[in-house]
């Protein structure tokens, strides 16, 4: 009976990957349209981007051209029909096709090979042409500069029939790319951990997913042969599945497919043995190398002088009826050093205590938004689509915004999925970190401000008819000022639109110091949606409408399995640890593998149960509150 349950669910889980993979697949390249020979296509000039020993030709260069000026794509990537069976997989795993295009905050990731960018966007993004193609990791790399300055529905995958993969002996990059560590040229495998990086895949997770299916048809073979031999079957035959009859026909297809219970474990072990590094690659070593000293020195007197004295009473009410609400280490980034957060007993609000000096606010945001950190948040960023679309969505019964600004705007992914609802909105944004400048290089702003909103707020008086601050006041010392600030900025009838992690969430205390918004030490205050709806009123600023059920963003459970995680098996080279030894490596490697099944587990609770208890009883880990700026004021500072 066992062995039944263990094969059904095994081959149920094979039929449904394998086919979410097959949909995946992009769509061939129509051939060029028939017209007079050698003229050119419409549209703009293109420049090309393609890898070492792949070259479209003449007859794929026209039909790619002609496909982009008639999709009005700005960036079209073409993925090699005879792609090696490895890489196609990966690129399917990490790329939807269909969102990719529409959605214009996601990530720029591919299979690397071909791509054709429009030369005004090639400016407009500052893509230096490649003068020497590289490897695919490098090209990816290129892919991820230029995706986000397309428009939505600007940037598409296909399969291109004419464009062949490789064309050295053997296929796959060995020329001139340097070696894979012990003498052996660097060969498709050995790069495969390089490209994956490029792609922004946390390879310890990639690889658990390969081996997860691998130990479950194992599992099934030995809950009992003969029917484990049907879990078998399945597992030889998903490859099939995946790229029979699609516009895919991948090199070693069949090698991967029938010989799969021996590729697949060769496959994870050459990964992870990979030490090949693409040039982004080596140029983050550098960067490393490069950042050790500031933090040697930083933290040679230990992390406690970031702190301030603790205080004995509320900062916001002011009562001495203080308790721990959760002492936490910095989890998600993993800098030395212990937090508390306290909890009022008379207003409920949450903060920390001692808080962080100006010094240790700057030790601890340092590399995590900008520098060595922006690839890690970026992705972090990218995933809060719908939860963007209903914080603009929330002005909508009340006014019809000509400009607004975002407060806390980090790098912009706010403004550019708010464009498509306002789609005549002029969107700036503000922030501290360096990376609003990108957001302005992408256009995803239109103007940005670098700086802290207290001391921009009066040259920015009057400008905007919508002033957001979504996940900024938990981050800044005296939320207060920045009401303030927002008070003096907005003209009469303006909105300000605030989102905040909610402490009152009645599951925020079943994760203990693993529930995100308690995100230590950047988060220095959580306020109550009553504390932050008074100290509106008081600035003139009317609360017209709250949001708690629907601003839920159902991650909980999921996010406390990642924090874990990252926390015991962090994945990521950093100058702030001593780096892991192999058998520290080894362990890592096997949280992984243990942690994903019950990361999906958490994702499953955070969209069943979760959302159930924010939809059923209107509450969520999160609030939105939508305040207007009396015509008259009742104080003005
Ligand atoms: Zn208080």
């Known amino acids: 009976m066992t062995a039944i349950i263990v094969t059904a669910i095994v081959v149920a889980g094979l039929i449904v990957n394998g086919l979410r993979l097959r949909a995946r697949v992009p769509s061939a390249l129509p051939a060029a349209p028939a017209g007079p020979g050698g003229s050119r296509p419409p549209g703009p000039d293109w420049t090309w981007l393609t890898a070492r020993g792949t070259a479209p030709d003449a ?299 100006l010094e240790g606010l700057g030790f601890y945001y340092r590399d995590v938004y900008d520098g060595l950190g922006t690839d890690t948040t970026e992705r972090v960023f990218t995933a809060t689509r719908q939860s963007y679309l209903g914080r603009a969505g929330m002005v909508r019964p009340y006014t019809t915004p000509k400009a607004w600004l975002d407060v806390g705007a980090g790098h912009g992914h706010f403004a550019a999925i708010a464009a498509e609802a306002w789609p005549e909105t002029v969107f700036d944004g503000l922030d501290m970190g360096a990376g609003i400048l990108e957001a302005e290089r992408r256009g995803w702003v239109d103007t940005a401000y670098h700086g802290e909103f207290p001391a921009l707020a009066d040259t920015l008086a009057g400008r905007y008819d919508v002033i957001s601050m979504h996940h900024y006041l938990e981050h800044t010392r005296d939320p207060r000022a920045e009401l303030d600030a927002a008070a003096r900025a907005l003209p009469p009838g303006g909105y300000l639109l605030i989102e905040l992690p909610d402490p009152q969430w009645p599951l925020a205390g079943l994760f203990g110091r693993y529930w995100m918004p308690w995100f230590q030490p950047q988060h220095q205050h959580l306020m109550p949606l009553a504390n932050l709806a008074e100290a509106l009123e008081q600035r003139g600023l009317r609360p017209v409408a709250v949001e708690r059920g629907p601003a839920h963003i159902a991650s909980d459970f999921f996010l406390a399995a990642v924090l874990w995680l990252w926390h015991h ?64 004021l009742s104080h003005d500072r």
């Open 59 to 357: 007859a794929t260069r026209r039909a790619a051209a002609a496909h982009a000026a008639a999709e009005r794509l700005e960036m079209l990537e073409l993925v090699p029909s005879d792609l090696p069976v490895t890489a196609a997989r990966d690129m399917l795993r990490r790329v939807d096709p269909v969102a990719y295009r529409d959605n214009r905050i996601a990530v720029g990731r591919g299979a690397g090979i071909a791509v054709l960018v429009a030369g005004p966007m090639a400016e407009r993004a500052d893509a230096r042409p490649v003068d020497e193609p590289g490897d695919p990791a490098d090209v990816v790399a290129a892919i991820r500069h230029l995706r986000p300055c397309a428009p939505s529905r600007g940037a598409a995958i296909v399969v291109a029939p004419g464009l062949r993969y490789g064309t050295s002996p053997g296929g796959g990059y060995p020329a001139g790319g340097g070696t894979a560590g012990d003498g052996r040229t660097a060969g498709d495998l050995d790069r495969r951990r390089a490209r994956l990086q490029a792609n922004q895949v946390v390879v310890s997770v990639h690889v658990a997913l390969d081996a997860i299916p691998f130990a479950l048809t194992a599992l099934a073979l030995a809950a009992g042969w003969p029917w484990g031999l049907l879990a078998l079957a399945a597992y030889c035959l998903q490859p099939y599945l995946i790229f029979a009859g699609t516009a895919l026909a991948p090199r070693g297809l069949h090698a991967a497919a029938l010989g799969r219970p021996v590729h697949a474990p060769y496959v994870i072990g050459r990964t992870l043995a990979g030490r090949w590094q693409s040039a982004a690659g080596r140029r983050r070593d550098v960067e490393l190398a490069a950042a050790g000293p500031y933090y040697q020195a930083a933290l040679a007197a230990g992390p406690q002088r970031f702190l301030e004295e603790r205080r004995p009473d509320c900062p916001w009410c002011a009562s001495p009826a203080l308790t721990v609400a959760v002492r936490s280490p910095d989890l998600g980034v993993g800098k030395p050093g212990t937090f508390t957060l306290e909890r009022c007993g008379n207003c409920g609000h949450v903060f920390q205590n001692p808080r962080l000096t």
């Open 569 to 632: 098996a962090s994945p990521y080279a950093v100058p702030w640890r001593p780096p892991a030894s192999a058998a520290g490596q080894a362990w890592r490697a096997v949280l992984w593998m243990v942690g994903v099944p019950v990361m999906a587990a958490g994702l499953l609770l955070d969209l069943t149960a979760g959302r159930a208890l924010a939809r059923r009883r209107d509450v969520g880990n999160a609030y939105r509150i939508l305040a207007r700026k009396e015509d008259i």
